[in-house]
């Protein structure tokens, strides 16, 4: 397992150990791990982070994440990220649920079809979110400051200039600040050069704001229409249509709900971007307007607050590390949030670059050569998730196409989440993080079902021949759920490859067909990743703060 030297922080090289550059969550969390270790860390904005980022979500693959870096690097409270309960009162009045997933395919013109719906409820044992970035950021930032990162929050970076032995920061303030590291999470390249969209399977124009006076989707899309549906607004409701998607994320939709905003994602085509209006709230009434459904949920609503809109981008490989700086998150560039992918993905990039630094700042390993493993991960990851997202975008023209895409995503995030804690476990087994540390594999870094890995690829084939033109959408479809019926590692009781079983719930019934069918039938790779708390709906003991000796330990380290 890790071994961190606690002698390291008594180096005198620089002002700090590590600057991380971004008051947000993924810039909170990977100060916070740091600074548990002993690190001198400084925790800053950049010239441009943007700091009020609308409703991100959370699935059960994040909730795996957010479990590694607790339990890895010795910070349970990223652990209460995970789950809506464990967060404080007033994270938690401000944030929402999330209890499902629903996208409901749009035809302009046309009232929304009932029939064109898909609806993914989250098992119950499971406490997802939609967090509200302005109040969960500054949460993540004060988590790192209680664990003794240097947070400053009266000036920002305006430059960073890295030399052989250091790198240089100036700030908005003229101060000077020399660091032996630096993470740059914000929203503007500081290092390297910017991001543009070469390699980029989706090129999009992405809109997002908060608005208020948003219709409760129930109001116009009734749920006596569909006949499985749970609430709308109990979960994140995806629009679809040709060309792109609306997400709508909800926070007052518990008990202790007293935000009355929502956040409003809008995504389409750049060409198709390029015939709409500049402006971006004329171009959002131009696209919701096509579609009554969608139109009649906006009728009242008011954005809170500017719209921000920005061209997807990444930024090429060789731009996003040198010998004692690495970029990551928001500084590689603009990305989509679509399918709850972006916690996840943050999480992801600060569990690699946590464990590099502290090898770095151990004397385990050259800066250099742990900077650019990390940064080839990161980009393998978001390749992959730019496949994703762009085969979804390629489904979305259709719904029997996105039909099919849903069922593998699905099965993706499911096989993903009982893989992770599975090699967690292993981990622990081995006294060694080996079984979570495969990140020349990508987006997959631990061991999955064999089958997996060939399905995403040849999954990811048929969109693009959709693309290409030499398979229509509904040849894709149907060649789709002809494969989720013969692969062994496909749970049949999910109904993964039935078109009609369009609403997915998790019940007791399903949970004891499942079991029986582990102990039966099963493939033996699949076998080994239902652990009891998976069948069952078990979950771990809340997240706590660590015991009073251990915080005046770490005091006394840093």
Same mark, same amino acid.
């Given at each position: ?15 700090y ?13 990977l ?25 991100e ?45 629903s ?119 009734r ?42 994602t ?22 919701? =307007?096509?579609?009554?459904? %969608?139109? *009649?949920?906006? &009728?009242? $609503?008011? !954005? ?5 809109? #920005? ?10 590390y ?60 978001? =390749?992959?998730?730019?496949? %994703?997202? *762009?085969?979804? &975008?390629? $489904?979305? !023209? ?5 039909? #099919? ?66 398979r229509?959408?509904?040849?894709? =479809? ?19 490859? #039935? ?5 997915y ?30 069948v ?20 006394e380290?840093?």
């Open positions: 397992m890790d071994r961190f030297d606690e002698s390291f922080d008594q180096r005198q090289d620089g002002d150990d590590v600057a991380v550059v971004g008051r947000h969550l993924a810039g909170g969390w100060a916070a791990i740091l600074a548990r270790h002993g690190a001198r860390v400084l925790l800053v904005d950049g010239p441009q982070t943007p700091g009020t980022r609308p409703g979500t959370t699935v059960p693959y994040t909730t795996a994440v957010l479990e590694l870096l607790a339990e890895r690097f010795d910070v349970p409270e990223i652990g209460a990220f995970a789950h809506f309960v464990d967060l404080p009162p007033a994270v938690r009045a401000a944030s929402g649920v999330k209890r499902s997933l996208f409901l395919h749009h035809q302009a013109g046309r009232v929304h079809d009932p029939k064109h719906t898909v609806q993914f409820n989250v098992p119950g044992e499971h406490n997802e979110c939609h967090v509200y970035r302005p109040v969960v950021d500054e949460h993540a930032c004060d988590l790192a400051a209680r664990r003794g990162a240097h947070l400053i929050t009266a000036a920002t970076v305006t430059a960073a200039e890295p030399t052989p032995d250091r790198v240089r920061l100036t700030l908005s303030n003229g101060t000077q600040v020399s660091v032996r590291y630096l993470v740059d999470a914000s929203g503007t390249a500081l290092t390297g050069d910017a991001g543009d969209d070469t390699d980029l399977a989706l090129r999009s124009r992405v809109l997002t704001t908060y608005m208020t006076g948003v219709e409760d989707l129930g109001e116009v899309a749920l006596s229409s569909y006949r499985q549906a749970t609430p709308w607004s109990a979960g994140t409701v995806h629009h679809l249509f040709p060309g792109g998607w609306v997400q709508v994320v909800t926070f007052a939709n518990h008990p202790e709900g007293i935000n009355p905003v929502c956040a409003v809008l995504s389409v085509d750049r060409d198709s971007a390029a015939v709409l209006p500049n402006e971006s709230e004329e171009l959002f009434r131009t696209v919701v =307007a096509r579609y009554p459904t %969608m139109a *009649a949920q906006f &009728r009242r $609503a008011v !954005a809170s607050r500017p719209w921000t809109a #920005a061209n997807t981008s990444r930024r090429p490989l060789h731009a996003t040198g010998p004692r700086w690495i970029a990551v998150d928001r500084a590689v560039g603009v990305v989509e949030d679509f399918l709850s992918s972006d916690i996840s993905v943050a999480a992801e990039v600060v569990h690699a670059t946590a464990a590099a630094l502290l090898r770095v700042l151990d004397g385990a390993e050259p800066a250099e050569d742990a900077l650019a493993g990390v940064a080839r991960f990161q980009h393998k990851l978001l =390749a992959y998730n730019d496949r %994703m997202l *762009a085969s979804a &975008r390629i $489904a979305g !023209a259709d719904f029997a196409s996105f039909n #099919a895409f849903s069922r593998v995503w699905l099965l993706w995030q499911i096989l993903a989440h009982l893989s992770l804690k599975r090699a967690c476990a292993d981990a622990e087994t081995e006294g060694s993080w080996s079984p979570v540390e495969r990140f020349g594999d990508g987006a997959l870094w631990f061991r999955t079902p064999d089958g997996l890995v060939p399905l995403l690829a040849w999954f990811f084939a048929q969109y693009e021949d959709v693309r290409r033109g030499v229509t959408p509904a040849g894709a =479809a149907q060649a789709i759920f002809r494969r989720l019926a013969r692969s062994r590692f496909v749970p049949p009781l999910y109904r993964f490859a #039935a078109p009609s079983a369009r609403y719930k998790f019940t007791s019934t399903r949970r004891i067909a499942m079991l029986l069918w582990v102990m039966t039938v099963a493939p033996k790779d699949f076998q080994r990743l239902l652990r009891r708390e998976n069952t709906g078990r979950r771990r003991p809340p997240a706590v703060a660590p015991a009073a000796e251990r915080v005046a330990a770490a005091a380290r840093r």
